[in-house]
């Protein structure tokens, strides 16, 4: 059985569970649909956490329909509103310290995919994230400015500035690389 990094916090869980079992995290997968992401999201509403023994969601296992229903294509709002809230408060930096890179991007667009919508919730979580993104970006750039808007409530984080996030923390880590040749 995989062994989660201990996180505080469920979503936190699942992107630790997702990059030790390699889980399928792209939105356009025509072969699993990102199944292990969307059921997670699915039993996180409902409270449950992959910390627990009963957590039932592996690599391993991709049939959840006789037990869990069929695959969720949308969320409810209620069901987002909870989600929005446990992915808020989700620390970005312990996961990207413990997941696989850019995968861990890619769980946080996931997240954003199925969550968005036009709540407060939705603005909150967008709003935090930014703020925490702002500060794993290179300092005094666009995308960090952008990001800080975000932050205050100017905009939505949206996939493309995740995108922008990643070919920025590649270009870091190259500039990290050279200093140390």
């Known amino acids: 059985m995989t062994m989660i990094h201990q996180a505080s916090n469920q979503f936190e869980e699942v992107c630790s569970l997702a990059s030790e079992e390699g889980w399928c995290w792209k939105l356009g997968c025509t072969t699993c649909g990102h199944l292990h992401f969307r059921y997670s999201f699915s039993e996180l509403a409902a409270g449950k956490s992959p910390s627990k023994p009963k957590w039932i969601i592996h690599h391993k296992r991709t049939y959840y329909s006789g037990t869990l229903g069929p695959l969720p294509k949308t969320y409810l709002e209620d069901q987002k509103a909870i989600l929005c ?97």
């Not at 709540?119 to 709003?127: G, I, R, V």
């Not at 800080?148 to 990290?176: F, H, M, P, Y």
């Open 85 to 181: 809230k446990i992915c808020c408060d989700a620390d970005i930096k312990k996961i990207a310290s413990t997941c696989r890179f850019p995968d861990w991007l890619g769980y946080l667009g996931l997240a954003i995919w199925h969550l968005r919508s036009d709540s407060e919730h939705y603005q909150k979580l967008s709003s935090g994230w930014a703020a925490q993104l702002a500060e794993l970006v290179t300092e005094n750039s666009n995308l960090r400015s952008k990001l800080s808007e975000i932050a205050q409530g100017e905009g939505i984080l949206n996939l493309k500035d995740l995108e922008e996030c990643e070919t920025d923390l590649k270009v870091s880590r190259w500039r990290i690389m050279e200093r140390l040749l």
